[in-house]
C-alpha cells in the first residue's frame, strides 16, 4: 500500500502520548525520500509496537522504497530503549555488509529530532 495513503488510513489518536514518535518516524521516512530522490513508498507489511509507561500500543509500517536500482526496507521500533532500527538494502550487486543508521545520517546531512 502507498505510504501516504497508509498513513491517512492509520494516524494514531490525537490522544496518544506517543502519537508525535508515530508521526516523527514518518517524517524521517519522507525525509529519507526526499535526499535520497525516491519517488514511491510502500507500507510492506505493520506491527504492533508497544510503547514505554503510559504504555500504549501504536500501529507501525515496514516502509520499502528504491533509489536507482537500490531498494531499502525501513523498520524502527521506539518502545524499548536503546531505540531498535532495522534497515535493509538491496542492489544489483548483492554486496552485503552492516550499514550503520547513524553513518547513513551524517553521510547524508539527516538530522532527527528528539
Partial sequence: MDLDRWVND????EQLQYGNGWWDYIELIRRL?????AEEAHVVATYPMRTPPPEEDLLM??????????EFIVKYDFGVYPERWMVSVKNAISVVRPILVQQLFRAYRITCSA
Avoid: C, I, L
Fill in 61 to 70: 509500517p515496514v516502509v520499502q522504497f528504491e533509489v536507482g536500482s537500490t
Fill in 10 to 13: 492509520n494516524n494514531p489518536d
Fill in 33 to 37: 525520500m526526499y535526499k535520497f530522490g
